[in-house]
């Protein structure tokens, strides 16, 4: 009996242990040791979080995050439900495969619907039941292309970008978020974008209306054209958009195009492979 109690006890303290872990793998984007001395340290990382790193903890877990962050290596963070890092793992990956490179300017020309109504008829038809843990940028992938495959859209991606400024202010967890648009006709003439965000949306939202959702001191984000410009006015503004083709996975590609002129227009199949598995478990 005693043994019996004593197993159920060490099941408990175990299944709590594991619970009060998360796990996140990625690389490391930045580090932001913070403007104070006894500040704790942000690291951001490539899926988009940002995660806390005490400022004791300036040993072994900050020498192994910067290294990696050099090397550009994948790591695996385990971190607490206050986003404090416990463990940080370099791991062993194969190497992605490239992306072509294309300095040739194109004119992408999105879509625009004639009405909200089909703005909404499309939305409905957005992949559901995403991963409990998926990504922005698997999920926007997903529909940007299942919307091309299945009604023809050429929509667009906004990237909304959270500053060090709003990060520290409001404790927030992430430094990016984005999702596919479209265009609709407008009165006079004037294209409307709708936001087709279904994970955290029921319809098309106005850009604005949209924003609102994660800025929680509700100001309007300017729009960028340039990757660089978030980087350079992260102390100033609380947050910024950038807009560019539905091709566009991810910040990395936004920083690409501004320093080497890298173009995406085209699906890659490796990219899309893994959006659906990181995505959708498919």
């Not at 709590?16 to 998360?22: E, F, G, P, T, V």
């Not at 062993?92 to 040739?104: D, L």
């Not at 926007?140 to 202010?169: C, G, P």
């Not at 604005?208 to 006015?233: G, H, Q």
Request: with cysteine; proline share 4%.
């Amino acid at each position: 009996m005693r043994t019996t109690i004593l197993f159920i006890l060490l099941f408990i303290i175990s299944a709590a242990s594991a619970a009060s872990s998360l796990t996140h793998v990625g690389t490391v984007i930045k580090i932001d040791h913070g403007s104070k001395f006894d500040e704790e340290t942000h690291v951001y990382l490539s899926n988009g979080y940002v995660l806390k790193l005490k400022s004791r903890d300036s040993g072994n877990k900050a020498r192994a995050l910067e290294g990696a962050q050099a090397k550009g290596k994948m790591i695996r963070v385990k971190v607490d439900h206050g986003r404090w890092i416990k463990s940080v793992a370099i791991l062993r990956v194969p190497e992605a495969e490239s992306t072509p490179e294309i300095s040739v300017p194109i004119n992408y020309s999105p879509t625009v619907l004639e009405s909200n109504a089909e703005a909404s008829q499309i939305f409905t038809r957005l992949r559901p039941n995403p991963r409990q843990k998926s990504q922005c940028y698997n999920r926007a992938h997903v529909w940007a292309y299942e919307s091309k495959m299945s009604s023809n859209l050429d929509s667009q991606k906004v990237f909304l970008f959270f500053t060090r400024r709003y990060i520290r202010e409001f404790n927030f967890e992430w430094w990016f978020h984005v999702s596919p648009y479209t265009l609709v006709k407008g009165p006079e003439g004037a294209n409307l974008e709708r936001v087709l965000d279904y994970r955290f949306t029921k319809r098309p939202h106005g850009v604005k209306e949209w924003t609102d959702i994660f800025m929680r001191n509700k100001v309007t984000c300017p729009v960028i054209a340039l990757y660089s410009e978030y980087e350079r006015n992260e102390s100033i503004g609380y947050c910024y958009l950038q807009k560019e083709s539905m091709y566009y996975l991810q910040p990395l590609d936004l920083d690409n195009l501004e320093r080497t002129g890298r173009m995406k227009t085209d699906w890659l199949n490796y990219e899309l492979r893994r959006a659906y598995r990181d995505g959708f478990n498919l």
